[in-house]
């Protein structure tokens, strides 16, 4: 992991925003409260949400020491770094509700100022944000700037919580996104933690 950033998120928010924690649905053997993988999802390969040369990742997708289970990946940047659509599709902005965070202490606002991309059947968050660079149902295309990265809500550092939603349920993002980004992806095309393992 990166040293000083344990870059965490909520689940109450992500129950807020309809999120359930249940397994991927049609795989009844994936549980995301255990390290059990998540079938790999069919579809399109979407972008990269962020990028910067010093790219990491702070924590993983699944079971991780902080969140049992993380919903998403959270990439790391230098602070205010743009973040972008990952595909064509409507814009929404959001705020995390003003309920505690289980980590860290004393934080309140789950995901804090967030994004909400919905396209192509999907729902991708955008966490943390410091900013918005979009407006609030804009329809926006692939690579569109929608906000920058910050650390508002449950968060240590700054970092983006990137998740995917089907059917309101949380999914894996790893087999949605570039293969190597944001670190080279396991054998399984199913975990991309970087040098954050869960
Ligand atoms: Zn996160």
């Known amino acids: 992991m990166v040293a000083g950033v344990f870059a965490l998120s909520i689940v109450g928010a992500l ?10 649905a049609g795989d009844p053997g994936c549980d ?17 949400p962020m990028n910067c040369a010093t790219l990491s990742v702070s924590q993983g ?34 705020q995390g509700a003003p309920i505690a965070c289980p980590y860290p202490s004393g934080r309140t606002g789950g995901l804090g100022m967030y994004g909400v991309l919905n396209a192509g059947g999907r729902t991708y968050l955008y ?7 979009a407006s609030d149902g ?8 929608l906000g920058f990265e910050g650390a508002t809500g449950c968060a240590t550092g700054y970092h983006l919580h990137f998740e995917v939603l089907e059917g309101g349920r949380v999914v894996n993002p ?4 570039p293969p190597g980004y944001p670190a080279p992806h396991d054998p399984t095309g199913l975990h991309c933690w970087g040098n954050a393992p869960p």
Not at 32 to 48: D, E, F, I, M, N
Not at 69 to 94: K, L, Q, S, Y
Request: aromatic fraction near 4%; include cysteine; charge should be negative.
């Open 127 to 133: 966490g943390h944000l410091e900013a918005f660079a």
């Open 32 to 48: 995301r409260a255990t390290t059990t993988p998540c079938a790999a999802l069919t579809g399109a390969v979407v972008g990269a």
């Open 174 to 177: 790893c087999p949605l996104i």
């Open 15 to 24: 129950l807020a925003a309809g999120a359930s924690l249940v397994g991927v």
């Open 138 to 145: 804009a329809h926006v295309t692939i690579g569109q700037p």
């Open 61 to 94: 997708f699944g079971d991780t020491p902080w969140e049992h289970p993380h919903t998403g990946i959270d990439i790391v940047c230098p602070p205010a770094t743009m973040v972008v659509a990952v595909a064509d599709g409507v814009f929404h902005r959001n």
